[in-house]
């Protein structure tokens, strides 16, 4: 009786240890999903409107700037800022009405770049459209300036190269989607965004900062491989990193031939693994069955 | 109960450098599904723990290599001792004891699934190795070249798209993905399944850990090694009597 009790004292002490690791790794593996979670939540705000929120501002890398610095006096056309006769002027967008040529008063290297870059000829294009489809997409989509990529009140100084990358993954994917999703899914967006290692390519690392090209022609390309892939020949530059993206495969017609030779190898190893899979599953499961029967028949 | 009555005797069904090279692999196989899964399914958030735990990206990477060459050297042993047995021993590599697929595993096999459907009474006459061990063995042995080979190509993909073209390098990806899903569930888990949990060899088959089946087993599992083995002496090269 005396030894019956001693056990069941034991048992209920082992239970009471189950239940706490049990308890504690729910809560480390909760903690993690919660790190994960602030982890992508470092994304930019919406970046500029009328209404500033100067906490945040206040521990932005533009902290140290005064106002007048970048929006001047307050006197816009020898009227008071914020002018209470005009009602209108507190409707329009903020970022299409602010001269961002200012910006080049402090990021001046950033800002020569974006003027050669693939954005601002995009603007030039829009600015004159030659169709109506043109006109339609300039407005559908405007080229983006300064403001429309950097949060200039909140942007945070001293990001580490991981997190500018997780979070320009996010800024270039709001206009391009289509590339965002074939980069994580690739083996760069993987290590880079998903893994954190910050010797991976972010969307800036091949396509430049502020130019932004699209590097389609090989000779473009290869240099920029180069960076990393030291050994890289021409022909490294038609392995495919953004797969399985019609926008970008329609301009070159080798790239569409890759693409659709890996679409279509791609769909038949599916089938076939589904195939073994099921095979050997149904083949199992039959067998297991079918002795389960046996034994039974010979007892 | 019944089969107390029957004589202990045990045969050598496996040499200790298979029994090793089986351990072996099996280490080296579950590393590579453990880092490779930890790599390709970095988006989910509970892997990323994971990969934390390995030693992030550049760890993940270099635990994956590492085990690649590890098993894959255990496949370059196994075949140096192939060549060992045929050119110096003189052994037979082929013959009713041998791994080589031939028409009677088809046959057995088409037997087998009558057997399921009840059309037959007992299960075909297995030789020593059945079709589904050979299928095991085949589907590691030239999963093991396919998948070095994708593997190199994603591991030297500036030497590979030299004179490749470049898609190569995203077909392979894709195949190595692809293959090692279908090789981790046929393996850790249909395979695990038929020597474990088959009411056959409930509750595990560890001759490939012991080396050893006793005489009963064989006439059950393998009648057909059986007949072999009693009909003349050939069988002996294969099956080297063992005394307990």
Request: net charge positive.
């Amino acid at each position: 009786m005396d030894q019956m009790r001693h056990l069941s004292y034991h048992r209920r002490v082992n239970a009471n240890r189950v239940l706490l690791a049990c308890c504690a790794f729910i809560c480390l593996m909760s903690l993690f999903v919660l790190a994960e979670r602030a982890h992508s939540e470092g994304m930019p705000a919406s970046s500029s409107s009328w209404f500033i929120d100067m906490n945040r501002f206040a521990q932005s890398a533009h902290a140290a700037l005064t106002c007048q610095r970048c929006h001047g006096t307050m006197m816009e056309g020898m009227r008071p800022h914020p002018d209470r006769q005009d009602s209108a002027s507190l409707k329009a967008d903020p970022m299409k009405t602010y001269d961002y040529g200012r910006c080049a008063a402090c990021h001046q290297q950033a800002y020569d770049r974006y003027l050669r870059g693939e954005h601002a000829k995009a603007m030039i294009r829009q600015k004159e459209p030659k169709t109506v489809e043109e006109q339609q997409a300039a407005l559908a989509r405007p080229a983006p300036t300064c403001g429309d990529c950097h949060s200039s009140h909140y942007v945070k100084a001293h990001l580490s190269r991981v997190e500018i990358g997780v979070q320009m993954t996010e800024t270039c994917g709001s206009c391009h989607p289509a590339q965002r999703a074939s980069y994580l899914a690739d083996i760069h967006g993987r290590t880079g965004v998903y893994l954190g290692k910050p010797a991976a390519a972010y969307c800036t690392d091949c396509h430049g900062a502020h130019n932004c090209v699209s590097l389609k022609n090989k000779e473009e390309a290869l240099p920029v491989c180069q960076r990393c892939h030291k050994g890289a020949t021409a022909g490294f530059t038609s392995v495919v990193i953004h797969a399985g993206q019609p926008v970008m495969t329609k301009q070159s017609a080798e790239k569409q031939r890759s693409t659709a030779i890996i679409q279509i190898v791609g769909r038949i190893v599916k089938i076939a693994v589904i195939l073994v899979i099921a095979f050997f599953v149904l083949h199992t499961f039959v067998w297991i069955l079918r002795e389960v029967h046996r034994k039974l028949r010979e007892y | 109960m019944r089969r107390q009555n029957l004589e202990q005797e045990t045969y050598q069904r496996f040499s200790v450098l298979q029994r090793l090279l089986h351990i072996l692999i099996a280490i080296g196989f579950t590393g590579l599904a453990i880092t490779g899964f930890a790599r390709a399914f970095s988006s989910v958030g509970i892997v990323r723990a994971l990969s934390w735990f390995l030693g992030g990206a550049d760890g993940i990477v270099s635990l994956h290599r590492f085990f690649a060459v590890f098993t894959y050297v255990c496949v370059v042993v196994h075949g140096l001792w192939l060549f060992y047995f045929k050119i110096i021993l003189k052994g037979s590599l082929t013959g009713r004891g041998s791994m080589l697929p031939c028409k009677k595993d088809l046959e057995t096999f088409l037997e087998h699934v009558r057997y399921f459907f009840a059309q037959r009474k007992e299960p075909p006459s297995f030789d020593r190795f059945a079709y589904w061990e050979k299928m095991d063995y085949w589907a590691f042995f030239i999963g093991m070249q396919t998948m070095g080979i994708t593997g190199l190509f994603m591991w030297f993909p500036e030497f590979f798209s030299s004179f490749l073209p470049g898609y190569f390098i995203n077909l392979a990806q894709l195949l190595h993905f692809y293959e090692a899903l279908m090789a981790v569930i046929v393996k850790m888990f249909i395979h695990t399944i038929v020597v474990t949990l088959r009411p056959e060899v409930y509750p595990a088959d560890l001759s490939i850990f012991t080396g050893k089946v006793t005489k009963e087993e064989i006439i059950r599992h393998h009648p057909g090694e059986w007949e072999a083995m009693s009909a003349s002496t050939e069988g002996a090269a294969v099956v080297k009597k063992e005394t307990t």
